[in-house]
């Protein structure tokens, strides 16, 4: 059964796809526009630039110059930010909800009104490489994700980090951030989500006026074209060593299938495992390596369910002051051996799925929370169905499929381990 409130759904004659989330505790709405493309729709060679042009995107407009949208935000009380992902990129704002159609208005207006003078562009480029430079260069624990990343995904763009290789985004320009956009940013190719104290009609009649009036791109819809990830039938190993490192870590990656693409039901058995195998400090993970044995001070997994093309399983443990990380990864596989060899009990299981169940209710009670989780389906590849139906196929797994996946997917052959150790000084 559904616990999420009863959506309204659209589109306008233009394409752009229109969502409704009623929530009418507050007079409050979060405004938010999804477009169908991120860090993995980069052409190549020029990594970063859906991020790069993130940031160009607040550089204003004929109509609104450099720092109006913000300072109209910031005027009325209300919040603003963007973020950019593999999959997509998304802009919002968080009003009271009298403003609700003054931000459609900014917001149509830099989907096609950007304008980009050079100096803007360039210096807003450096912006973009400092800001590289202080997450990921300076950090040796971001390096080692980025080379995980790169190694897991061999052919793939998720190996490519989403704000960019340094050497590429030094040479990103003006007329590549034009190209991009030009592309992308249209109605046919975007998702207007608005939550909060709205009523469809209302939110309808707005979107026609704002929204409504810009034109579909020119051509059809931008396809999305990526490569597919080989099969690749061999362990991997990846280690980092660096003096600023304080504490070492491994993790173990896999590639795994997406909720759009999973056979079965195994997407939801593969979020109900990694609940058990370190989803909490009840996991097993959590159990063997931190409380009972101890070889860790912490221990967890994660299951990446929402990407477009293919998905990604992981689990990492920190060890304890002198616990070597070979030792550490045998424990931990001793762990998972037991989850493909043996079916978790029905309590175990029960208390899985409760919980996470329990964990998506409690994400409802934000609204900006959930209409995040309606754009990353819907730009995945999902539908608002997959949202409604996705607690009662959490409450369909069983034992067998936690022990099937376990043995399809979490195989220590195919797997890509990483080691962040402390550089000799």
Same mark, same amino acid.
């Given at each position: 059964?559904?616990?999420?409130?009863?959506?309204? =759904?659209?589109?306008?004659?233009?394409?752009?796809?229109?969502?409704?989330?009623? @929530?009418?505790?507050?007079? #409050?709405?979060?405004? *938010?526009?999804?477009?169908?493309? $991120?860090?993995?729709?980069?052409?190549?060679?020029?990594?970063?630039?859906?991020?790069?042009?993130? =940031?160009?995107?607040?550089?204003?407009?004929?109509?609104?110059?450099?720092?109006?949208?913000?300072?109209?935000?910031?005027?009325?009380?209300?919040?603003?930010?963007?973020?950019?992902?593999?999959?997509?990129?998304?802009?919002?704002?968080? !009003?009271?909800?009298?403003?609700?159609?003054?931000?459609?208005?900014?917001?149509?207006?830099?989907?096609?009104?950007?304008?980009?003078?050079?100096?803007?562009?360039?210096?807003?480029?450096? !912006?973009?490489?400092?800001?590289?430079? *202080?997450?990921?260069?300076?950090?040796?624990?971001?390096?080692?994700?980025?080379?995980? *990343?790169?190694?897991?995904?061999?052919?793939?763009?998720?190996?490519?980090?989403?704000?960019?290789? $340094?050497?590429?985004?030094?040479?990103?320009?003006?007329?590549?951030?034009?190209?991009?956009?030009?592309?992308?940013?249209?109605? @046919?190719?975007?998702?207007?989500?608005?939550?909060?104290?709205?009523?469809?009609?209302?939110?309808?009649?707005?979107?026609?006026?704002?929204?409504?009036?810009?034109?579909?791109?020119?051509? $059809?819809?931008?396809?999305?074209?990526? #490569?597919?990830?080989?099969?690749?039938?061999?362990?991997?190993? #990846?280690?980092?060593?660096?003096?600023?490192?304080?504490?070492?870590?491994?993790?173990?990656?896999?590639?795994?299938?997406?909720?759009?693409?999973?056979?079965?039901?195994?997407?939801?058995?593969?979020?109900?495992?990694?609940?058990?195998?370190?989803?909490?400090?009840?996991?097993?993970?959590? %159990?063997?390596?931190? #409380?009972?044995?101890?070889?860790?001070?912490?221990?967890?997994? /994660?299951? /990446?369910?929402?990407?477009?093309?293919?998905?990604?399983?992981?689990?990492?443990?920190?060890?304890?002051?002198?616990?070597?990380?070979?030792?550490?990864?045998?424990?931990?596989?001793?762990?998972?051996?037991?989850?493909?060899?043996?079916?978790?009990?029905?309590?175990?299981?029960?208390?899985?799925?409760?919980?996470?169940?329990?964990?998506?209710?409690?994400?409802?009670?934000?609204?900006?929370?959930?209409?995040?989780?309606?754009?990353?389906?819907?730009?995945?590849?999902?539908?608002?169905?997959?949202?409604? %139906? /996705?607690?009662?196929?959490?409450?369909?797994?069983?034992?067998?499929?936690? %022990?099937?996946?376990?043995?399809?997917?979490?195989?220590?052959?195919?797997?890509?381990?990483?080691?962040?150790?402390?550089?000799?000084?």
């Amino acid at each position: 059964m559904s616990t999420l409130p009863a959506f309204g =759904h659209f589109h306008l004659e233009n394409g752009l796809e229109v969502v409704i989330i009623p @929530d009418h505790r507050a007079p #409050v709405v979060t405004h *938010m526009i999804y477009y169908r493309n $991120g860090a993995a729709d980069d052409p190549l060679g020029k990594s970063g630039i859906a991020h790069f042009l993130e =940031h160009l995107m607040f550089k204003g407009t004929e109509t609104n110059p450099k720092g109006s949208f913000s300072n109209i935000v910031a005027d009325v009380g209300g919040q603003e930010n963007a973020f950019t992902s593999y999959d997509y990129t998304a802009y919002y704002q968080r !009003v009271a909800k009298e403003h609700l159609g003054r931000m459609m208005t900014l917001e149509c207006d830099r989907m096609t009104g950007l304008v980009l003078e050079g100096p803007e562009v360039l210096s807003e480029r450096d !912006v973009v490489i400092e800001e590289r430079k *202080m997450r990921a260069d300076s950090d040796p624990a971001a390096q080692l994700q980025e080379s995980l *990343m790169a190694t897991l995904y061999v052919h793939h763009p998720y190996g490519t980090p989403v704000i960019g290789w $340094g050497h590429e985004i030094e040479e990103l320009g003006r007329e590549d951030a034009l190209a991009y956009y030009r592309r992308f940013y249209r109605p @046919d190719n975007a998702i207007l989500i608005v939550a909060g104290d709205v009523e469809e009609g209302e939110v309808r009649r707005l979107a026609e006026e704002t929204y409504g009036k810009v034109r579909p791109g020119n051509g $059809g819809k931008p396809e999305r074209r990526r #490569v597919r990830e080989p099969e690749i039938k061999a362990s991997r190993f #990846v280690s980092l060593a660096d003096q600023k490192v304080e504490q070492p870590m491994t993790q173990k990656l896999y590639i795994v299938p997406n909720y759009i693409r999973a056979p079965e039901n195994d997407a939801a058995a593969l979020e109900v495992l990694s609940q058990i195998l370190g989803g909490s400090q009840t996991s097993r993970l959590y %159990r063997s390596l931190v #409380v009972n044995r101890p070889l860790a001070v912490a221990a967890g997994s /994660w299951y /990446w369910s929402d990407a477009l093309d293919i998905g990604q399983f992981g689990h990492y443990a920190v060890p304890m002051e002198g616990v070597a990380l070979p030792d550490l990864d045998a424990a931990a596989e001793e762990v998972i051996a037991e989850l493909r060899n043996t079916d978790v009990g029905g309590k175990e299981l029960a208390r899985a799925r409760t919980r996470l169940i329990a964990d998506m209710v409690y994400a409802q009670d934000s609204q900006a929370h959930l209409a995040r989780m309606v754009g990353s389906t819907l730009t995945t590849g999902g539908e608002i169905d997959d949202l409604a %139906r /996705w607690s009662d196929r959490i409450r369909s797994v069983e034992a067998a499929d936690v %022990r099937r996946v376990a043995n399809r997917y979490l195989l220590p052959g195919k797997a890509v381990t990483g080691h962040l150790t402390k550089a000799a000084a």
